[in-house]
């Protein structure tokens, strides 16, 4: 791939400018009907490349095919990104610049100058001098999760349409919406995606392969107090509002947070709180690399819950908890080669790859355990849903390699 020349810088920029901000409040599928914009651009440029059969469903999901062009029988390699950004932070008239031959110092975004990248907060950045940068200006996020990914994967689409002398086996292209909310492949068809393994491309630093995520639960405790009369509430009223605050004032401040822990450790974090007199409701997410340990956690909530109500013996509240994901480690580790050939293919791209573990979970989670094995490869992208989010040129071009590399050996190794 030395003298091909690149698109996925021209295509990432594009993609960025396209609001996709999933809306965790939304109950359709997707949760915004903007994603599909994006969704039938790349459908559009999915046929120009003459990827024929490529669509676009009522999930704003996109699926196509590259045919084979070996005569060897070789596994169906599919690849899949999310086309929604998060909620966190505006993705709406998105501005990318591009920050050519990176000096190594902070940068500062134009349209909000308090808000500034610096190499001393994001150590991977101070790595990346005299390449080029991409942020956004200051007032959004970036999109770099996921489009990079969806970037790379139309390059890498690209590159192999125009290169039919690279020989591959089938390669499936899968694009989701409404990853970053949790629901990204809860439409997906495997029989019609037709893929025997899958990759996703959703990861951060160069190099780096993740097949373990943590195992995810997630928690809602309905409180219900007692409402009177404030002037008259002597003895008689439990207010729901002060019960919430109360079950969220009792978690440990010392460990079990995202703010306390690392590593292979879980936590209990609250994310919202909906609260009046009489009733409230506390939604959380638990997590854990350990299913025993996620289950522990659990235990120690109903516990913690019912030790504060306690104080209040008229009211009641009830803790339930629902399955979200689980660590894809556990289904991974039956098909070692699906990691061990991406481990080679950055290694021929002159990589040194990284095993990784993901504090959180990626579309690759849950299809590994719908019966598609997904580890996770590096998309280039950092500090995610932040206006600090940024990504580096030369990284996602070696994505795009990485790619490459790989559905050749898949090929030679069938």
Not at 82 to 108: E, Q
Not at 146 to 151: E, I, L, P, T
Not at 220 to 243: C, L
Not at 356 to 366: K, L, M, N, Q
């Amino acid at each position: 791939m030395r003298e091909y020349q690149h698109t996925v810088l021209d295509r990432f920029l594009r993609y960025v400018r396209i609001d996709t901000q999933a809306d965790p409040q939304s109950e359709t599928s997707p949760s915004a009907e903007k994603e599909k914009d994006l969704s039938r651009l790349l459908v559009e440029e999915l046929h120009q490349m003459g990827i024929s059969d490529a669509e676009m469903n009522e999930f704003g999901y996109v699926y196509a095919t590259i045919p084979s062009n070996t005569t060897k029988k070789v596994p169906v390699i599919c690849f899949c990104a999310h086309v929604d950004t998060a909620p966190d932070a505006s993705g709406t008239d998105v501005k990318p610049i591009v920050h050519k031959n990176y000096d190594g110092g902070p940068i500062r975004l134009p349209d909000d100058p308090s808000v500034v990248i610096d190499p001393a907060a994001h150590p991977d950045l101070g790595k990346k001098k005299g390449l080029d940068i991409v942020t956004a200006s200051g007032l959004t996020l970036l999109g770099a999760d996921d489009k990079a990914g969806v970037a790379e994967i139309m390059d890498a689409a690209h590159y192999l349409m125009t290169h039919p002398e690279v020989k591959h086996g089938t390669i499936k292209i899968l694009f989701t919406t409404d990853e970053e909310i949790g629901r990204g492949v809860d439409h997906v068809d495997l029989e019609k995606l037709g893929a025997d393994f899958g990759y996703t491309l959703d990861g951060e630093e160069i190099g780096t392969i993740e097949d373990e995520t943590f195992s995810a639960d997630g928690a809602e405790i309905k409180i219900r107090g007692v409402a009177v009369h404030p002037g008259y509430a002597k003895d008689t009223m439990e207010n729901a509002i002060k019960i919430a605050a109360d079950i969220i004032a009792a978690l440990p401040k010392d460990r079990l947070s995202p703010e306390t822990t690392e590593g292979k450790q879980g936590f209990i974090h609250p994310t919202r709180v909906e609260a009046q007199l009489e009733t409230a409701t506390v939604e959380l997410i638990l997590r854990d690399f350990d299913d025993d340990k996620l289950a522990a956690h659990g235990e120690f909530l109903r516990q913690l819950v019912a030790d504060v109500m306690k104080n209040y013996p008229n009211s009641k509240a009830e803790v339930v908890i629902k399955e979200q994901y689980r660590n894809m480690k556990n289904v991974l580790k039956d098909y070692p080669q699906v990691t061990e050939y991406a481990v080679e293919a950055m290694k021929r791209v002159g990589l040194t790859p990284v095993r990784g573990s993901i504090r959180g979970g990626t579309d690759g989670s849950r299809l590994s355990f719908m019966g598609l094995p997904t580890p996770n490869l590096f998309a280039g992208g950092h500090a995610f849903h932040s206006r600090e989010e940024w990504v580096s040129v030369q990284d996602m071009e070696a994505a795009v390699k990485t790619i490459v590399e790989l559905v050749k050996l898949w090929e030679e190794k069938s």
